[in-house]
Structure formats: structure tokens, C-alpha cells
């Protein structure tokens, strides 16, 4: 892996998923709370930034009353619809006050499950030469999961990080972690994925 041409990409990394006072932190809670995912992401960022990564966050967002959901919101965009979560120009949409973020890092929006559905977030990895993505962030067996399998489709070499993803179901997400991941990522921790980086360093010094 050379660390210059990775980027870390942190799905969904707002206030009503990672900050105490969202309108879904509660539902996310016990797997927050269990991995400790709100330190692991904010370690595997600074350890990415201080290693050359190029940072990238995709935050989801709708309009009033989440028209992008369809006139009878069905599957996951039901219960994300009457929560009334990720309204666009909101407090819960911004990226979370739990997380460090720097000027530097990279903003994509999107309003779809994947990272890459509607948005430019390819043509951005294309043009910085980007060869490895590691994904974070929530929900891990939705808008993470999602963006994995295309990321692998895309022939992009591809990490997932196993406490510092979260979803809203416990269960949930030990079964995607330990099985879905396997399929189409490299999944790691927090600590093993540093590692990697400790090392690309030792190897370049």
C-alpha cells in the first residue's frame, strides 16, 4: 500500500449518526459504544493525515421532508424519512463536532447510499491517483457496505475498518463485519491499520 496514493473516505460522518445530541445517536449507540468508534475514527484520521492520506468525507443529505426518498419510501429510506435525519441546512447534517476535520480534508455530498452514486467521488480519487480507499463511518451494512462493493467493482484496492464503522443494530453489524466485508475488503482495525502506515513508514525512512 503506498499511503500517498490512499484515501480515507468517512461515509455519513455527521452530527445525527456520531454526535450525542442526533436524531439517530441513540439507535447507533450500543456499537459507538462497544468499538469505540468515534476515537478509532478520529485516530485513523490523524494517523492518515500525518501520513500523506488524502482525507475525504461523504456526508448524505435531503431536502425537506427527504423527497429524494420517493412518494412511499420503502426499505432503509423509510425509517431515514420519518426521522426527519440529514435535512439539508441543519445541525444534524453537518459534519460532527465529535470528529476532527481539518480545511484540508475533502467534502463530497451525496444524497444516494453509495459514495459513489451522483456524485464526483471517482473522478476525485482518479485524479489524485488514488489506488487503495479505506472506508469508515456509517451505517456499516448500508452506506458503507454499498460503497465497498462498487469500490471493489472499480478495481480500487479496498480497506474496511471494523470499529470504526457503525450501524444500528449490534447484531447487525458483527454479521457484516465478519462476513460481507470479507467478500469485497480488506477489513481491519483501527490499531492494525496504523500498523500498515508505522510500517510504509519504516520501509521509506
Known sequence: MNIERTAIIVLDPQNDFFSPKGKLYQAMEPVLSKHQVVS?????????????????????SFEENCPEAGPEPYGIMQPV???????????????????????????????HISGFEGTDLEAQLRDRNIETVVLCGGLTDVCVETTMRQAYDKRFEVFTIKDATATIDLDKHEQTVNQNYLLFSKPLSTQEFIQIIDENRCKAA
Open 81 to 111: 424519512a420519518q426521522s426527519e435525519a440529514f435535512i439539508r441546512g441543519t445541525w444534524g447534517a453537518e459534519v460532527a463536532e465529535t470528529l476532527t476535520t481539518t480545511p484540508a480534508d475533502i467534502i463530497i455530498h451525496k444524497n
Open 40 to 60: 478509532h475514527l478520529n485516530e485513523l484520521l490523524e494517523a492518515g493525515r500525518s501520513a500523506g492520506a488524502t482525507i475525504i468525507l461523504v456526508p448524505l
